[in-house]
């Protein structure tokens, strides 16, 4: 998961570098989007707290962090088992399976290694994309160049 991660983020940051013009600007505008993912990754705030319209609904599900944290938190918890806070008997135990339903509000519905398999996808959707902006500049630019020539004369 961790791999992964290190992947995702340098396919991210290299779109970024082919966008942004300057070194410096690639630098913060990168750490400014790992920052906003990273908010709204389920970490910070459980799911249900996030704000529905715009922190919910498309950034929560686009960004990684979700599916590593929950990937890790799948990891750890399952088949464990904790004693509960609760005075109701002597002996009550908390399973992880309940902790990851009801304190952490991880979905539950895949493995962790479908969160690993969806981390995968997106570093593959990332480095497609950097593809193909690569190559629409290669294509580009020689053009621009010719047009910028006729113009100045």
Known sequence: ?????TLLV?????IIAVIVPDFLMGIV???GLQ??????????RLPNELPKPVWRYPCYYI????YAVQGFYKNEFLGLSFPSDQ????????SGV??????LQVEMGYSKWVNLAILFGM????????????KVTEELRPKLRGMRCRWSK
């Open 63 to 66: 960004s990684f962090h979700k």
């Open 10 to 14: 340098e396919s991210m940051m290299m």
């Open 123 to 134: 570093m593959l959707i990332y480095r497609t994309m950097f593809l193909v902006i690569v």
């Open 98 to 103: 309940q902790v990851l339903k009801e304190k």
């Open 35 to 44: 920052g906003v993912m990273m908010l709204n990754g389920g970490f910070f």
């Open 1 to 5: 998961m961790l791999c992964m991660c």
């Open 29 to 31: 505008v990168g750490a």
């Open 87 to 94: 005075l109701v008997e002597a002996n009550a135990t908390i």
